[in-house]
């Protein structure tokens, strides 16, 4: 006997044999129970998620010989037939291939006669969509209208493509994509049946390349069977796939992080050169990126991504090198990237320009970003003024060159405000070297910290001002013990660390000097941030 490949030897028989569409099996049985069955169905969805085998299973169930019944019994002659693609009064056809009015049009006209030897008469039209414009309206009377016996369902992968007057004669049903879970719980129990060993973490790299298809999912394990001699394992599903593997992926990321260019356009060559398209390298890369958004955003990451607990866990350790937003922006460079190759750009300028930016990403923000930036610099400072006036120990961001020669030379300073320069210059110094010690291997909690403010109590607790939504989001990564560990590096201290947020205040009233210095810092600030230097100020 042939080889029967496993998509069509485990092809489903009964309703509930159909996997990840539970509410469209419930529709239609309740509809067979209670007599309300229509006359035409319209079943849109993506490839292989069940849309032709609900449909056999529906005709099967309605020409059952114990019909009418809710499930077909699958040992009568008719439901073999229906099964097998033999019965002559279940026609299948497809609309790729009859698309022509001419071609369609017998098929229309044999609809008026009763079925040879079964309840019904049943069409089941494959990529309906295909049609062309004439055959859509030559279809409609009967469709509209057909003859008792006559039932019609409509298959198609673009819904949007099936004319309007179509759609409003038929009961649609939508066909979601199949969770990777349920995908890989039927896979093993495929593995089982045909004896075949098979890792859980290779079943679900099978399903998550299968892009929420039951049927690509079966052919790809197909394959996989004749390629493996032994146990199948999730090293088998990237060489048969091509996908890159989640340790380059976890490198390539950490080349990210590090901002390491040339590390991560090693990499990504590499792992180009295993793909089969630049996009599907894109793809990767982003959906990896998005597995670590998630870990950064949800409480319970295993809620929504499909691996297993050790590897959500490696997940969480990398994604405390970045921020939510960072990742954010990240992805949207990969989605740059996807239309820059629709546009005919060479695949290898394109991967080694995003390679490059992802390098780079906190030297790439969008100028509006830098300007809210500024504005809340510009808000910040009468705070920070304030502060600076209050204690000599403060371990102040602000460059000292603010008070180095860059206002003017007649401004006198009283013996006090001498002293108070002297102490902050000498907390610049030592917060200074908190921020170095981090800078090596800490870079994004760097750029994070290095324009918030920061003071020393007298109890030995470093408090680091910072905005509400910095302080907010580096709590939660537990930044607090690495700054504590830095400062323990750097100072030879044992500090406790708490991160402040700082609540904007108003703007001061009076004083023409007070403004002016506002304005000299934000001067500064801006031109430290956008990397530039101020060529005139005027108050």
């Given at each position: 006997?042939?080889?029967?490949?496993?998509?069509?030897?485990?092809?489903?028989?009964?309703?509930?044999?159909?996997?990840?569409?539970?509410?469209?099996?419930?529709?239609?049985?309740?509809?067979?129970?209670?007599?309300?069955?229509?006359?035409?169905?319209?079943?849109?969805?993506?490839?292989?998620?069940?849309?032709?085998?609900?449909?056999?299973?529906?005709?099967?169930?309605?020409?059952?010989?114990?019909?009418?019944?809710?499930?077909?019994?699958?040992?009568?002659?008719?439901?073999?037939?229906?099964?097998?693609?033999?019965?002559?009064?279940?026609?299948?056809?497809?609309?790729?291939?009859?698309?022509?009015?001419?071609?369609?049009?017998?098929?229309?006209?044999?609809?008026?006669?009763?079925?040879?030897?079964?309840?019904?008469?049943?069409?089941?039209?494959?990529?309906?969509?295909?049609?062309?414009?004439?055959?859509?309206?030559?279809?409609?009377?009967?469709?509209?209208?057909?003859?008792?016996?006559?039932?019609?369902?409509?298959?198609?992968?673009?819904?949007?493509?099936?004319?309007?007057?179509?759609?409003?004669?038929?009961?649609r049903f939508d066909f979601n994509r199949?969770?990777?879970?349920?995908?890989?719980?039927?896979?093993?129990?495929?593995?089982?049946?045909?004896?075949?060993?098979?890792?859980?973490?290779?079943?679900?790299?099978?399903?998550?390349?299968?892009?929420?298809?039951?049927?690509?999912?079966?052919?790809?394990?197909?394959?996989?069977?004749?390629?493996?001699?032994?146990?199948?394992?999730?090293?088998?599903?990237?060489?048969?796939?091509?996908?890159?593997?989640?340790?380059?992926?976890?490198?390539?990321?950490?080349?990210?992080?590090?901002?390491?260019?040339?590390?991560?356009?090693?990499?990504?060559?590499?792992?180009?050169?295993?793909?089969?398209?630049?996009?599907?390298?894109?793809?990767?890369?982003?959906?990896?990126?998005?597995?670590?958004?998630?870990?950064?955003?949800?409480?319970?990451?295993?809620?929504?991504?499909?691996?297993?607990?050790?590897?959500?866990?490696?997940?969480?350790?990398?994604?405390?090198?970045?921020?939510?937003?960072?990742?954010?922006?990240?992805?949207?460079?990969?989605?740059?990237?996807?239309?820059?190759?629709?546009?005919?750009?060479?695949?290898?300028?394109?991967?080694?320009?995003?390679?490059?930016?992802?390098?780079?990403?906190?030297?790439?923000?969008?100028?509006?970003?830098?300007?809210?930036?500024?504005?809340?610099?510009?808000?910040?400072?009468?705070?920070?003024?304030?502060?600076?006036?209050?204690t000599g120990d403060l371990f102040s961001?602000?460059?000292?060159?603010?008070?180095?020669?860059?206002?003017?030379?007649?401004?006198?300073?009283?013996?006090?405000?001498?002293?108070?320069?002297?102490?902050?210059?000498?907390?610049?110094?030592?917060?200074?070297?908190?921020?170095?010690?981090?800078?090596?291997?800490?870079?994004?909690?760097?750029?994070?910290?290095?324009?918030?403010?920061?003071?020393l109590t007298p109890d030995g607790v470093?408090?680091?001002?910072?905005?509400?939504?910095?302080?907010?989001?580096?709590?939660?990564?537990?930044?607090?013990?690495?700054?504590?560990?830095?400062?323990?590096?750097?100072?030879?201290?044992?500090?406790?660390?708490?991160?402040?947020?700082?609540?904007?205040?108003?703007?001061?009233?009076?004083?023409?000097?007070?403004?002016?210095?506002?304005?000299?810092?934000?001067?500064?600030?801006?031109?430290?941030?956008?990397?530039?230097?101020?060529?005139?100020?005027?108050?």
């Amino acid at each position: 006997m042939a080889y029967e490949v496993l998509a069509r030897k485990y092809r489903p028989r009964r309703f509930d044999e159909v996997v990840g569409q539970e509410a469209i099996a419930r529709t239609l049985k309740s509809a067979i129970e209670h007599d309300r069955v229509g006359h035409a169905y319209l079943f849109a969805g993506p490839r292989g998620v069940g849309k032709t085998s609900m449909a056999r299973i529906f005709a099967a169930a309605l020409n059952c010989e114990k019909a009418p019944t809710p499930e077909p019994c699958g040992e009568c002659s008719s439901c073999r037939m229906v099964f097998s693609g033999a019965d002559i009064d279940v026609i299948e056809v497809d609309a790729a291939s009859r698309r022509k009015v001419e071609e369609f049009q017998p098929i229309i006209e044999h609809a008026g006669y009763s079925p040879t030897r079964s309840r019904y008469k049943i069409y089941v039209v494959d990529e309906v969509h295909m049609l062309s414009q004439t055959t859509f309206n030559s279809l409609l009377k009967t469709l509209e209208e057909p003859p008792g016996h006559v039932k019609f369902i409509l298959a198609t992968t673009v819904p949007q493509k099936v004319i309007e007057t179509i759609r409003s004669r038929c009961q649609r049903f939508d066909f979601n994509r199949i969770p990777i879970p349920a995908i890989a719980e039927k896979l093993k129990i495929i593995c089982k049946n045909e004896g075949v060993k098979a890792s859980d973490e290779a079943l679900l790299a099978v399903a998550r390349a299968s892009d929420g298809s039951i049927r690509d999912s079966e052919s790809l394990l197909d394959q996989l069977i004749s390629f493996c001699t032994g146990e199948i394992t999730a090293k088998d599903v990237e060489a048969v796939t091509a996908r890159i593997s989640a340790d380059v992926l976890f490198d390539l990321a950490e080349a990210f992080a590090a901002e390491d260019a040339q590390k991560a356009l090693a990499l990504s060559k590499g792992a180009a050169l295993a793909t089969t398209a630049p996009e599907e390298f894109l793809e990767q890369v982003a959906e990896h990126l998005r597995d670590l958004l998630m870990t950064k955003v949800c409480k319970d990451a295993a809620a929504v991504l499909d691996h297993d607990k050790a590897y959500i866990e490696r997940l969480k350790k990398q994604a405390s090198a970045f921020s939510a937003d960072t990742l954010t922006y990240m992805i949207e460079i990969l989605g740059e990237g996807r239309r820059q190759l629709v546009t005919n750009m060479p695949g290898r300028l394109v991967l080694e320009m995003i390679a490059i930016k992802l390098s780079r990403v906190e030297d790439l923000r969008p100028i509006e970003d830098l300007i809210v930036r500024v504005e809340r610099l510009s808000r910040q400072y009468p705070a920070a003024e304030k502060a600076s006036g209050t204690t000599g120990d403060l371990f102040s961001v602000k460059e000292s060159r603010q008070d180095s020669g860059r206002y003017s030379a007649r401004e006198s300073r009283s013996p006090d405000r001498k002293r108070r320069d002297a102490q902050a210059r000498g907390s610049d110094d030592a917060w200074g070297r908190v921020l170095s010690e981090l800078a090596g291997e800490k870079r994004m909690l760097h750029a994070a910290l290095k324009h918030g403010r920061a003071e020393l109590t007298p109890d030995g607790v470093l408090r680091v001002h910072l905005p509400a939504a910095t302080a907010m989001t580096l709590s939660n990564q537990g930044a607090g013990e690495v700054v504590a560990a830095a400062a323990k590096s750097a100072l030879n201290k044992n500090l406790k660390v708490e991160l402040v947020a700082e609540d904007e205040e108003p703007e001061p009233s009076g004083g023409a000097k007070s403004s002016s210095k506002g304005i000299d810092d934000v001067a500064d600030r801006a031109a430290e941030i956008l990397g530039g230097e101020v060529v005139r100020k005027e108050r």
